[in-house]
């Protein structure tokens, strides 16, 4: 379950008359200021929950009426996960000038041994004995 999902369930929970109006969209007493009347609106969008009170609390306000971490209202994005890129590539040619193997870098720095076969590029070096530089 992703950050935004658990903190919309315990939103439920933590806020005087949560109420949902949508799926998506809430309604509850605003626990940043003396409510009387739900002035506090909740909507939960993929990555983040938007709080916003019609008394004119601030985002900051409410979340640290709720007790919670403003990261809990977000879902993290994940930086580790970003795809690398290709840089360059190193071929190893034969007696022809044909590639017959290649070593690509990426970035972040990471090395993938690359061959060609038929027409496609096939990932591994198995079964060719990579020529001298
Ligand atoms: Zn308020």
Known sequence: ????????IRLQTILPNFKLIETNQAKALCPSHDDKSPSLSISKTKHFIQLNCFAGCTYKEIVAATGMKK???????????????EVCRYNYQDEKGNTICSVVRYKPKQFKRVRSFEGKEIWNWSGIEPPPL
Do not use: A, H, R
């Open 1 to 8: 379950m992703t950050n935004v999902e658990q903190t919309w």
């Open 71 to 85: 990261t809990d209202f977000s879902n993290k994005i994940e930086t580790g996960t970003k795809s690398p890129k």
